[in-house]
């Protein structure tokens, strides 16, 4: 099918194997538009030395599981182009020549980055501040129109839009302002009920065996002020049916389980077990794709490089442009 709603680009730091925020945050979503948009997904390797700049033997092993699991959540190389960063130094180059127009004022404003500071305890380099400017040179040298990311990600949709209004107001019509299309599904918590992260270790990823993932389940965060099954519980803000809401297909099932956990008429232990049989059921065959494409490692490296090139042509044009119109040529 040809795409017809505009241009999206978006993609994801390759910092580890995905999990299922991933999975039900961004990928379900990005399978979805692969018919109707043309779609660059981004391994956006340069992120990852914003943050993690002291162990570089880890992001080449990533780089192939993240994209064996972008493939195995349905991500299409025949729909989609599966882009490396790196590999394209326009992107880099852009995002310096928009850093001249870019205050470190407007930066510093930026919610991620104070968050970063104070969450992470990071003394900040300047590519962590100038994150956002890289970022802008993703979605804009791709002339993108449409960039799919989660709430916390507008702050950064908006700086775009900044950027690509200063530079048409200065050197003339070039850019579109992008737009930020919100992921469809709330963000999932972890199974301790903080933000799902890989390394508070609260994920349950693709990689994991469905015995692993059975033991996380049983392990979840529920109601702390339920001490006995015949307690009264709360299911709003608990885990445990926020992932029933999300993976179990058996929404009476979920219904039940919700009114007689209220009543304090089911223990944890009933719910927790329905919740890993689901939820293995609905990961077992993205894992066994997976499986399939790490058979073969060069196989899903070529992928990558394949849609890079394809993808070069249209960055090394928009640069060749920026660079006339800021008199660099």
């Keep these: 099918m040809t795409a017809t709603k505009g241009r999206i680009l978006t993609g994801h730091r390759p910092t580890g194997p995905r999990h299922i925020g991933h999975l039900v945050g961004t990928l379900e979503?990005?399978?979805?538009?692969?018919?109707?948009?043309?779609?660059?997904?981004l391994i956006a390797d340069l992120h990852v030395l914003t943050t993690d700049y002291e162990h570089p033997e880890r992001i080449q092993e990533n780089i192939v599981n993240v994209v064996a699991d972008w493939l195995a959540a349905g991500i299409d190389p025949a729909?989609?182009?599966?882009?490396?960063?790196?590999?394209?130094?326009?992107?880099?180059?852009?995002?310096?020549?928009?850093g001249m127009m870019t205050t470190v004022a407007r930066l510093e404003r930026v919610p991620t980055y104070k968050d970063q500071i104070?969450?992470?305890g990071l003394n900040p380099s300047l590519g962590l501040l100038a994150y956002p400017v890289l970022q802008s040179a993703?979605?804009?040298?791709?002339?993108?129109?449409?960039?799919?990311?989660?709430?916390?990600?507008?702050?950064?949709?908006?700086?775009?839009?900044?950027?690509?209004r200063r530079f048409n107001t200065?050197?003339?019509?070039?850019?579109?302002?992008?737009?930020?299309?919100?992921?469809?599904?709330?963000?999932?918590?972890?199974?301790?009920?903080?933000?799902?992260?890989?390394?508070?270790?609260?994920?349950?990823?693709f990689i994991e065996s469905e015995e692993?993932?059975?033991?996380?389940?049983?392990?979840?965060?529920?109601?702390?002020?339920?001490?006995?099954?015949?307690?009264?519980?709360?299911v709003e803000g608990n885990p445990v049916f926020e992932y029933h809401d999300v993976f179990n297909p058996n929404k009476d099932e979920v219904e039940d389980f919700k009114a007689r956990y209220r009543e304090g008429k089911?223990?944890?232990?009933?719910?927790?077990?329905?919740?890993?049989v689901a939820l293995n059921n609905y990961l077992r065959p993205i894992r066994e794709r997976r499986t399939e494409f790490l058979k073969d490692p060069a196989k899903v490296v070529k992928i990558l490089d394949e849609g890079t090139e394809k993808a070069r042509p249209l960055v090394e044009a928009t640069f060749d442009e920026v660079m006339r119109k800021m008199g660099l040529r």
């Design 138 to 164: 993703d979605i804009l040298v791709y002339k993108a129109n449409l960039v799919p990311v989660g709430e916390d990600q507008m702050p950064h949709i908006e700086l775009t839009r900044e950027v690509a």
């Design 79 to 98: 729909k989609a182009t599966l882009v490396r960063q790196s590999a394209l130094a326009q992107h880099a180059q852009l995002s310096q020549l928009f």
């Design 29 to 41: 979503q990005w399978a979805k538009m692969q018919d109707d948009y043309e779609c660059y997904f």
């Design 118 to 120: 104070q969450n992470l």
């Design 212 to 234: 692993e993932t059975t033991k996380k389940v049983m392990s979840m965060y529920t109601d702390p002020t339920r001490l006995r099954a015949t307690d009264p519980g709360t």
């Design 170 to 205: 200065l050197y003339g019509e070039t850019f579109p302002e992008p737009g930020g299309l919100l992921t469809k599904t709330a963000r999932l918590p972890g199974v301790d009920n903080r933000t799902m992260h890989s390394s508070y270790n609260n994920a349950i990823r």
């Design 266 to 276: 089911v223990g944890d232990v009933e719910v927790k077990k329905s919740l890993a």
